[in-house]
C-alpha cells in the first residue's frame, strides 16, 4: 500500500519494547511497518528485576517477550544489530553491518549505560558494571573465583546490585561518596536508618568514601585505595554509581543534545529534528533524565499518540520519581521532597529503633509534599494519594505516622479526585476505573483486565479494590457473587456453612439455606465442598445425583458419549508388568490408548457398562484410580531425579510418589496439577503447576500457582529451600487454605491474583501463620488424607453402585449409536456421515 | 390430558419404579429407541422420560445430565456441552432444537412408557 510509513525503534529495552506494544494497542500497525533495532543479542526483558537473576530465576523468566512474539505481530526485529549512523538528510540509518534502512519516523529509545567514574585502574579485569544479562554472566564468573565483592554506588540501583552480590554468596560492600545512602530519595535520618537495616543483613556500608585508585591488592584480587587514605580489599568491583543516556548517534546526527549529555526532546517527545522522537533513559526532558521506568513508559505513551494521532494534544509533562521498593529486604520509599527544600516546608518524623523503622513527613500549608518512609512502607499508597492530589492533611499530620493502634484516619476512595493515580504501574486512575466501569466492566476482575490496573507491581491491590467496590456501591449495582439462583451465597459461604454447620448432602444444605430443585451450577459445587469436607465416597447415593457425569461414572465422558479411563501412576513411574495390564486391557477391549501431558495412559473409548469389568482387572492387577475425571488432585509429574539423571540433585521421583500419594483423591474447587524436578533444569516443569517443587542443594524450592492451558501463568517462588517436613506443611496448608476461599472453578493461579494481599499474604497465612489457622488446615488435610479410598475399588465391592453402570435399565444391549473406524492403527469415533454409510439410515433415523 | 386418553394396550411396561435413581437418571431401550427416565420424588409428576439423544451433542447421554430446575422448570442439563433440556418437553432452552418426549406413569410400582409412535 503506497501510503503505509516505515517507522523505526531503535532499542528493544523496557521503554522500547513498551513503545511497541502500546503502538500496537493502539492500531498503528495499521499505517506503520515497524521495524527494530536492539544492540543485545535478546529481546526485551525486565531490568528492573536483573538482582533476581542470581536468585533462581533465568533470562526466560525475565523476558518481557520473544522474537516469536514480534514476528507474529508482523514487527521486523533485527536483534544483535546496534544502528551506527542516522542519516537525517536521506532519513535513513546505517546498521553495524551496513545496511542502510529507510524511515518516515524515527524513535529513539537507546537508554543509558552506566556510569563509570574516572578512577585510574577501572579499567582492569574484577571491575565490571551492572546492568545487561551479559554483565549479570560476567559478574557470576568473576564471582566464582573471589570470595568478597563491593559495589561502588549507594544508590537505588546500586543496592539492587549489592542484593545481587550477597546471592552469589559473597562477602558483599558498598561504598558511597556521600555521606549516606540513597542520597537522591532519603534524608539522612532516613538513609540512617536503612543503613543499620542493611548492615543487620551483613552488608558493610562505607560511606563518604571517594576511591582514587584501584590496583592489585594482596589477599583479594585488587585493592581500592580511598582519599582518606584508607583501602579496601576485594575480587570484584562493581560500579553502579548511576546511569549516562546513550546520545551518541543523535549526537552525531547533528540532533541536538543536552550539556551534560540525553537527546533533547519537547512535550512531545520530539527530539530537534521532527522525524525523530526519543523516549525513555537517553531523552532529556526539561534538563532532566529519568532513571526509573515509569517516565520512559508515560513518554513512549505520548510518542504513540503522537504518531497515530489520536491524541496530537498528548504531552509529557515531567515524572513524579516517587518510588517505593524492597531494597535486600528492606522496605523503602520516598515521595516527592523528601529533603524538605521547598521554601517553608516543615517535617514531622518518628523513629522508632526497635522495629528499625523511620517516617517523615514533610507538609507545606497543610498538604503533603514529601515523605520518607524506611523499614515499613505500609503508609505509601496513603501519603502518595495526599501528595499528589493535594489532598488536605488531617489536623494532626503526625497521626498518619502514629505507631499502629491509634492507626492513621482511613482515607476513603471517596476522597480522591478522579485524577488520582491508583495504579501507578500502568498509569490508571480513578477516572480511568470510573470510565471502565461506564463502559460494561462489572467486577475487579474485569476492570484489571480492562485496565490493566494492579497487574504490574501489585501494590495498590487494595485501594484498587476498595475504589471499585465504592464505585460500584455508587451506582446502585449491587455485585451479585450468589452462586446460582439456588443459593443466595458464593462458594465460600456455602464451605463454612458446611464446615460449621455439619451439612452433609445437598438436602440439608437445600433446605437450610436454599431453593428449588438445585441445578447443573450448585450441585457439583456442593459435591466437590462435601468431598473436600468430609470426603463421603462420591457415588454414595445422596451424593450420586450432584456429579457431574465424569465423576457418576469415574471417567471422563468424551464426545460420542464413551468413556476414557486413567489408572493413577504416581509420579509416572511404572513396572513392566504394569505396563503390560495395561495394554492387555486395552487390546482386550479394542481401547484407544495414548500418553497423557501428565506422564499417564489414557484408554478411550470404554462404553460405560465396560468400565467395572475393565476396572476389575486394572485393580486386580495393582492400579488406582487416577482421578482424572474429578475437579481434584490429577498428577505429579517428575523428571528422573537424582537416582539415574548425572545433573540431579535430589531424588525427585521419590518426593513425587510421597506427594501424589499424600493428595491423591483430594477433591478441590478446580483441578490441581503438581510437578517435581530433580534439579534447576527443571525438567519436570514444575513452574508451570499448581505446585511445582525443585530440588536445590540444601532442599526444596517451592513454586505455586502456576498452570498451564489458555492462559498459562508461571508459579510464583513461594519459600526456598525448605527439608521434606516443611515442604509438605505448606503445600497441606496452602491447599486446604486454597479449597476454603477459592471461588468454584478457580484455577490456584485466578484466586492467588484476587486474592487481598496476593502472594505476600499468602505466605502469611502459610509461613508466618499470622491468622493462626495453620494448625486447622493441617488437621483438615490430614482428615481428608486419612480417610482416602480408591473410589474404583470401592464401587466394585458394592453392587448397588454398580447399578449405575448397565447400558439400559431394561437391556444389557449396548449402545448402536456408538460407532469406531480404524485410523493408524487404532479405534476412533465414527463421523455422522461415517455412520450413515455403516448403518444405513435405520439408526440416525430416529434422532432426526 | 393425552396421557389418561389413551388406551391400556399402548403402553409399554419398562421396569419396576424402584429401579429408577432418585434426582437422578437412567436410560431405558424401547424397541430400538433409546430413552431417558428421571425422577424426582415428592414432585407432580415424578417421573419423566425423553430421549436419550442429545441433538446438540449428538450423542446418547441426557440420562447422565444433571437435574435441576430453571425458574422453577425442571430440566436436565446435557454433560457433554451443557445446554439445558425441559423434563416435561423436552425443549432445549437455550436453543430451538429439543429431545423427544414421551408420556410416561407409574401403575402399580411399574414405569409404563406411551407406545412411541411409528
Known amino acids: 500500500m503506497s501510503n503505509r510509513q516505515q517507522l523505526i525503534v531503535i532499542g528493544n529495552g523496557m521503554v522500547g519494547h513498551a513503545f511497541v506494544e502500546k503502538m500496537i494497542e493502539a492500531d498503528g500497525l495499521a499505517r506503520f511497518d515497524v521495524t527494530v533495532f536492539g544492540e543485545e543479542p535478546r529481546a526485551a526483558y525486565d531490568r528492573v528485576h536483573l538482582s533476581e537473576y542470581f536468585s533462581g530465576k533465568n533470562a526466560e523468566d525475565l523476558a518481557l517477550t520473544t522474537a516469536e512474539n514480534y514476528r507474529e505481530q508482523g514487527i521486523d526485529l533485527h536483534l544483535d544489530t546496534p544502528v551506527v549512523e542516522i542519516d537525517t538528510d536521506a532519513r535513513e540509518v546505517v546498521t553495524r553491518n551496513g545496511t542502510r534502512h529507510g524511515y518516515d519516523r524515527l524513535v529513539l529509545a537507546t537508554g543509558s549505560y552506566a556510569f563509570v567514574p574516572p578512577i585510574e585502574g577501572r579499567d582492569q579485569d574484577g571491575c565490571l558494571v551492572y546492568r545487561t544479562l551479559e554483565d549479570l554472566d560476567a559478574i557470576r564468573d568473576h564471582a566464582e573465583h573471589g570470595r568478597r565483592g563491593v559495589v561502588v554506588g549507594g544508590g537505588l540501583l546500586g543496592l539492587e546490585a549489592a542484593n545481587a552480590l550477597k546471592h552469589l554468596g559473597l562477602e558483599t560492600h558498598v561504598v558511597e561518596f556521600a555521606p549516606q545512602l540513597m542520597p537522591a530519595q532519603l534524608d539522612l535520618a532516613g538513609g540512617d536508618m536503612l543503613r543499620r537495616q542493611i548492615e543487620a543483613l551483613d552488608v558493610r556500608v562505607h560511606t563518604g568514601k571517594a576511591t582514587q585508585l584501584i590496583d592489585a591488592g594482596e589477599n583479594h584480587r585488587l585493592r581500592m585505595n580511598f582519599a582518606d587514605g584508607e583501602a579496601l580489599e576485594t575480587d570484584l568491583v562493581l560500579f553502579s554509581a548511576g546511569i549516562r543516556p546513550h546520545d551518541e548517534l543523535a549526537r552525531k546526527a547533528g540532533i541536538a543534545v543536552g550539556e551534560r549529555g540525553g537527546v533533547v526532546i519537547d512535550d512531545q517527545c520530539r527530539t530537534s529534528d521532527p522525524a525523530i522522537y526519543a523516549i525513555g533513559e537517553c531523552a532529556l526532558w526539561n534538563r532532566q533524565i529519568f532513571g526509573l521506568v515509569g517516565p520512559g513508559y508515560a513518554m513512549a505513551d505520548v510518542a504513540v499518540k503522537q504518531l497515530t494521532e489520536a491524541g496530537e494534544t498528548a504531552a509529557f509533562t515531567g515524572a513524579d520519581m516517587s518510588t517505593k521498593l524492597k531494597l535486600l529486604g528492606v522496605e523503602v520509599g520516598s515521595i516527592g521532597d523528601a529533603h524538605a527544600r521547598t521554601p517553608g516546608a516543615q517535617a514531622y518524623a518518628t523513629i522508632n529503633e526497635p522495629d528499625a523503622t523511620y517516617k517523615r513527613l514533610v507538609v507545606l500549608d497543610g498538604k503533603l509534599i514529601g515523605a520518607v518512609l524506611v523499614g515499613d512502607s505500609a503508609d505509601y499508597d496513603i501519603l502518595l494519594q495526599y501528595a499528589r492530589n493535594g489532598l488536605d492533611l488531617p489536623e494532626h499530620p503526625e497521626s498518619l505516622i502514629a505507631p499502629a493502634g491509634d492507626g492513621p484516619p482511613a482515607l476513603g476512595p471517596d476522597a480522591l479526585p478522579e485524577t488520582a493515580t491508583i495504579c501507578s504501574c500502568h498509569n490508571v486512575t480513578k477516572g480511568g476505573i470510573i470510565e471502565a466501569l461506564d463502559g460494561g466492566c462489572a467486577n475487579l476482575g474485569d476492570i484489571k483486565g480492562a485496565t490493566k490496573a494492579s497487574t504490574g507491581c501489585g501494590g495498590c491491590a487494595a485501594l484498587l479494590k476498595s475504589t471499585v467496590d465504592h464505585e460500584l456501591a455508587k451506582r446502585g449495582m449491587e455485585v451479585n457473587t450468589d452462586i446460582c439462583a439456588h443459593f443466595s451465597h458464593t462458594r465460600i459461604e456455602l464451605y463454612h456453612l458446611v464446615r460449621v454447620e455439619g451439612i452433609r448432602t445437598f438436602a440439608e444444605l437445600l433446605e437450610r439455606h436454599g431453593r428449588g430443585l438445585g441445578c447443573d451450577i450448585c450441585k457439583p459445587t456442593a459435591a466437590s465442598i462435601f468431598a473436600s469436607v468430609w470426603n463421603e465416597h462420591v457415588l454414595e447415593p445422596v451424593h450420586q445425583p450432584l456429579q457431574d457425569t465424569n465423576d457418576t461414572y469415574l471417567a471422563n465422558m468424551q464426545k460420542d458419549g464413551t468413556y476414557s479411563i486413567v489408572p493413577r501412576v504416581p509420579a509416572g513411574e511404572i513396572t513392566a508388568e504394569k505396563l503390560i495390564v495395561i495394554g492387555s486391557v486395552a487390546k482386550k477391549y479394542g481401547l484407544y490408548t495414548k500418553i497423557t501431558g501428565g506422564q499417564r495412559i489414557d484408554l478411550f473409548g470404554a462404553r460405560k457398562e465396560q468400565l467395572p469389568p475393565i476396572w476389575e482387572e486394572l485393580i486386580e492387577a495393582g492400579f488406582e484410580t487416577g482421578h482424572a475425571y474429578g475437579k481434584s488432585v490429577r498428577t505429579v509429574k517428575s523428571c528422573v531425579g537424582s537416582t539415574w539423571c548425572r545433573y540431579g540433585v535430589k531424588d525427585s521421583v521419590g518426593m513425587a510418589i510421597h506427594i501424589e500419594n499424600r493428595y491423591k483423591g483430594l477433591r478441590s474447587p478446580h483441578k490441581l496439577k503438581f510437578a517435581v524436578s530433580g534439579c534447576t533444569r527443571e525438567c519436570a516443569e514444575a513452574q508451570s503447576k499448581d505446585i511445582g517443587v525443585i530440588a536445590t542443594e540444601n532442599g526444596w524450592n517451592l513454586y505455586v500457582c502456576g498452570n498451564g492451558g489458555m492462559k498459562p501463568r508461571h508459579a510464583d517462588l513461594f519459600a526456598t529451600d525448605l527439608d521434606d517436613e516443611h515442604l509438605i506443611r505448606y503445600i497441606d496448608r496452602l491447599l486446604m487454605f486454597y479449597i476454603k476461599t477459592a471461588d468454584r472453578l478457580q484455577r490456584t493461579s485466578v484466586w492467588l491474583e484476587n486474592l487481598e494481599g496476593g502472594l505476600e499474604y499468602l505466605r502469611e497465612v502459610v509461613i508466618d501463620d499470622r491468622i493462626g489457622i495453620g494448625e486447622e488446615l493441617e488437621s483438615q488435610m490430614q482428615a481428608v488424607v486419612d480417610s482416602y479410598r480408591c473410589e474404583w475399588k470401592s464401587t466394585l465391592a458394592d453392587p448397588a453402585k454398580l447399578k449405575r453402570f448397565r447400558s439400559f435399565v431394561n437391556s444389557d444391549q449396548p449402545d448402536d449409536n456408538v460407532l469406531f473406524v480404524e485410523e493408524r492403527g487404532q479405534i476412533r469415533p465414527a463421523t455422522a456421515e461415517e455412520k450413515r454409510q455403516r448403518a444405513g439410515t435405520e439408526t440416525l433415523a430416529e434422532e432426526a | ?118
Open chain 2, 1 to 118: 390430558m393425552t396421557v389418561a386418553e389413551r388406551t391400556e394396550s399402548t403402553w409399554i411396561d419398562i421396569c419396576a419404579l424402584d429401579e429408577l435413581v432418585p434426582q437422578s437418571g437412567v436410560a431405558a431401550l424401547v424397541g430400538k429407541r433409546q430413552v431417558a427416565l428421571f425422577l424426582i420424588p415428592h414432585t407432580e409428576p415424578s417421573v419423566y422420560a425423553i430421549g436419550n439423544w442429545d441433538p446438540l451433542g449428538q450423542a446418547n447421554v441426557l440420562s447422565r445430565g444433571i437435574l435441576g430446575d430453571l425458574d422453577g422448570e425442571p430440566v436436565v442439563a446435557s454433560p457433554l456441552n451443557k445446554q439445558h433440556y425441559r423434563l416435561r418437553d423436552g425443549q432445549c432452552l437455550e436453543n430451538s432444537v429439543s429431545a423427544r418426549s414421551y408420556p410416561v406413569r407409574v401403575v402399580d410400582g411399574r414405569v409404563q412408557l406411551a407406545q412411541p409412535e411409528a
